[in-house]
């Protein structure tokens, strides 16, 4: 093989590499756009609620759902870093309406909701990542999807109790981590976050007991 061919063939398949690299990181970008969207769309959703939980006289409840849309609000900006360092645009979309109902309903929807990401969306983008081997979207993306879980069990929670008539028994003081997200009530509270392993004096909403 004379060197010009040799040449030529190296450059094809540096760029058949290139290539394919890029089509892979482009599906696990998608996937973390979707994520991106679904995050941004539950925080103002989550906001919307909290703000009708207090209409219906449920104010113990609007406390957990305005710390849920701070928490999705946090994977949003995670998601959103990492779309920004790949060069991704991640403000063209549509952003979607919200309707609120009456709070029973808006639980049952965001039970849903939450079930449908956690159970079959983030595990499958996760994977991708994973295979495709970029660190940064599966972090993000695993972050979001632990929380999520955690979300949905203390809003299972919170629906099983206010459907007995004992809506004061819904933990009142929630604090949030600011750098993955997860969610902890004081009783729940850690000396760092189980995730990231951010210190609990970082938390959003944290008081020394001195204070």
């Not at 060197?3 to 973390?32: F, H, P, V, Y």
């Not at 928490?71 to 645009?89: P, Q, R, T, Y």
């Not at 600011?178 to 850690?190: E, H, N, R, V």
Request: overall charge positive; hydrophobic content about 40%.
């Amino acid at each position: 093989m004379n060197q010009d061919l040799r040449l030529i063939l190296i450059c094809a398949i540096s760029l058949c590499l290139i290539c394919c690299t890029k089509s892979n990181s482009q599906k696990s970008l998608e996937g973390l756009f979707e994520s991106y969207k679904s995050e941004l769309v539950s925080s103002a959703k989550f906001t919307k609620y909290a703000l009708a939980a207090r209409s219906d006289g449920l104010d113990t409840l609007s406390h957990l759902l305005v710390a849920i849309a701070q928490s999705d609000s946090i994977h949003a900006a995670n998601h959103a870093k990492v779309l920004e360092k790949f060069g991704k645009d991640h403000e063209t979309y549509e952003k979607a309406d919200i309707a609120v109902k009456a709070t029973p309903e808006n639980l049952k929807l965001v039970l849903k909701e939450k079930s449908f990401v956690m159970q079959s969306a983030y595990p499958g983008f996760i994977k991708r990542a994973e295979q495709e081997k970029i660190p940064q979207v599966a972090t993000t993306l695993s972050w979001a999807y632990n929380v999520e879980k955690k979300q949905l069990q203390y809003l299972r929670m919170a629906s099983t109790i206010i459907s007995k008539g004992n809506e004061k028994k819904i933990p009142l003081v929630w604090l949030i981590c600011p750098t993955c997200g997860d969610i902890y009530s004081l009783q729940d509270l850690k000396g760092k976050c189980e995730f990231c392993l951010t210190a609990q004096e970082n938390f959003m909403g944290y008081k020394s007991p001195a204070e």
